[in-house]
C-alpha cells in the first residue's frame, strides 16, 4: 500500500487553482509539455481591497517553488486572435504587465459546446505593443493547456 502511496505522489498531475484571497481565479490551466502550472488571480472589486494589486500570475513546474511570480494592477483585454469570419469561435486574451513584459492567457470560447472554452494558451510577450496591436505571432513563447485542466472565470474575461 505504501508503494502505491508514493506512486501516486511521484506521478505528474495537473495542479489546481491555488489563488490567495481575496483573490480569485481569473485563468488556470496545467501545461502538460514542462509539466508546469500557470495561474493568473484577480480581484474582482479591486475598491473592497485598496491596498492590493489588481492581480498576479504564477508559473510553477511540477513541486518546485514558483519559478515566476508578480502582482500586477495593469491588466490588458486583446482579440487580435479572433477570426472574424468564423461563425462560432470567440478567442480572447487577457494580459498582466510586468515591466514591459506581457503574460497572457488565451482562450477559444466555442458557441458549439454552448460558449464553454475549447482551447487555451499561456503566451509571453517582450513588450505591450505585441500584445495590444493586430500582428499576430509575435509572442516570445507559446505554451498549450491541457484542456482537462482549464479553469476560468468567463465573468472576468473582458475589457
Not at 485563468?27 to 502538460?32: E, G, K, M
Not at 499561456?122 to 500584445?131: G, H, I, Q
Request: net charge negative; glycine share 4%; hydrophobic share 35%.
Amino acid at each position: 500500500m505504501k508503494r502505491l502511496v508514493a506512486l501516486f505522489i511521484l506521478l505528474p498531475m495537473p495542479a489546481m487553482a491555488n489563488c490567495i484571497p481575496p483573490w480569485q481565479t481569473h485563468f488556470s490551466c496545467y501545461i502538460p509539455e514542462r509539466n508546469a502550472h500557470a495561474e493568473f488571480c484577480r480581484i474582482a472589486d479591486t475598491n473592497a481591497h485598496p491596498s492590493k494589486k489588481e492581480g498576479y500570475y504564477s508559473y510553477v513546474v511540477g513541486a518546485e517553488p514558483a519559478e515566476l511570480y508578480f502582482e500586477t494592477d495593469t491588466i490588458g483585454f486583446s482579440v487580435k486572435d479572433t477570426n472574424i469570419d468564423h461563425p462560432t469561435d470567440l478567442t480572447m486574451s487577457m494580459g498582466y504587465m510586468r515591466d514591459d513584459w506581457v503574460y497572457a492567457f488565451v482562450v477559444t470560447e466555442d458557441e458549439r459546446i454552448g460558449g464553454d472554452i475549447r482551447d487555451a494558451e499561456v503566451r509571453v510577450y517582450s513588450s505591450s505593443e505585441d500584445f495590444f496591436n493586430d500582428e499576430k505571432d509575435v509572442e516570445q513563447a507559446r505554451l498549450y493547456c491541457e484542456s482537462g485542466s482549464i479553469i476560468a472565470n468567463q465573468d472576468l474575461i473582458a475589457p
